[in-house]
């Protein structure tokens, strides 16, 4: 599936993807990058249990099989943001395109920034900041606080402060603007998008109780549960 909407995008020159071609997308590399991802978690615990249990010839074994799961998430996140800096983001002229694709762009960098060490976090952890924030900006002046983009956007960045940047005051924040604003404006939400809307921010408010309980409960890492992406994410 990634490889025909592969095909599909670049032919975005000519005109812009259809909502429909733009989920399709978006679905087809959650699904390939969502199992590695999850794949990367349950390694790295055991490679860490094992370390602890001083099991050298266990560990190198492990080592070696995470290797392989990053060289996967590194290509096909690489692909994916070749992608997007060549054609879609280019080629959207809507405000909705615009902040669909710069936030896909800060989902895959962030992506990176999950496994990478050293510089190489420091520069996927920078480059997921650019993406949200020029998203951020599109959102906040032209999209509804209850439309599902605007919110996912939120619930995403939010996630990329406390998870990446270990910042749960900003994290916090954000998700409870992006939650209360969209609160207030409740009623005005169209039936079409209302299921939408109303899953992403059950899922601010789940984190919200998460991170703020982390807060006031410093410790317990080992029972620590994972903030919670857009759906499909695979968090």
């Given at each position: ?29 959650k ?5 590695r ?10 490679e ?8 050298e ?22 692909g ?90 900003k ?24 299921k ?39 968090q």
């Open positions: 599936m990634v490889e025909y909407m592969e095909k599909v995008a670049k032919t975005v020159d000519v005109e812009e993807l259809t909502v429909e071609e733009r989920n399709l997308l978006s679905v087809a590399y699904n390939v990058i969502g199992a991802r999850a794949s990367w978690r349950i390694v790295s615990s055991i860490q249990k094992e370390e602890s249990r001083k099991n010839e266990h560990v190198n074994l492990i080592k070696e099989y995470r290797g392989k799961i990053e060289a996967e998430l590194s290509n096909i996140c690489d994916i943001l070749k992608l997007l800096d060549s054609h879609l983001v280019p080629s959207s002229t809507a405000a909705e395109s615009k902040v669909f694709y710069l936030k896909m762009k800060g989902d895959y960098h962030r992506y990176l920034a999950e496994f990478k060490t050293g510089a190489e976090r420091k520069e996927s952890a920078e480059s997921t900041m650019v993406a949200y924030k020029a998203a951020q900006d599109i959102a906040l002046a032209e999209l509804a606080p209850t439309h599902p983009i605007r919110l996912g956007l939120a619930l995403n960045f939010s996630v990329f402060y406390y998870e990446i940047l270990n910042s749960p005051d994290a916090c924040n954000l998700a409870k603007q992006a939650f209360d604003e969209a609160i207030s404006e409740l009623d005005t939400l169209g039936e079409e998008s209302y939408d809307s109303t899953l992403i921010m059950q899922l601010l408010r789940d984190n919200l109780t998460l991170w703020t309980s982390d807060l006031t409960e410093e410790g317990a890492e080992d029972g620590k549960e994972a903030s919670k992406g857009e759906p499909g994410e695979g």
